[in-house]
Nanobody, 125 residues
């Protein structure tokens, strides 16, 4: 089973930026689409973004669509989520997920097969 390890969370002031990382080892990670979700206390899980195995296709949720960029370094087996202009309502645990398929088309964003523990992002006003 793939072990996903997120990092890069922390405390940031409103308007600031953070870059989250999701790392894993193994061929399965390299060939799979990877995504990010977030969940704030008392709220539903929200889809943030996902990226296909090659890095060429991406998909964004409405929550941070214009304020985040997902990318992947296929050499290092890391997927990044760059977030900018952060707002207090972005405070949540952000976790990365892996999909069974490597492509995005026709694959629902919530159809992931495994998730990481998450990293806390706190945005102060």
């Amino acid at each position: 089973q793939i072990q996903l390890v997120e990092s890069g969370g922390g405390l940031v002031q409103a308007g600031g930026s953070l870059r989250l990382s999701c790392a894993a080892s193994g061929r399965a990670f390299m060939l799979s689409a990877i995504g990010w979700f977030r969940q704030a206390p008392g709220k539903e899980r929200e889809f943030v973004a996902r990226i296909g195995w090659s890095g060429r296709s991406t998909d964004y949720g409405d929550s941070m669509k214009d304020r985040c960029t997902i990318s992947r370094d296929t050499d290092k087996n890391i997927v990044y989520l760059q977030m900018t202009d952060l707002k207090p309502e972005d405070t949540a645990i952000y976790f990365c997920v892996v999909y069974e398929k490597g492509y995005l088309k026709g694959t629902p964003s919530d159809s992931y097969i495994h998730r990481g523990q998450g990293t806390q992002v706190t945005v102060s006003s």
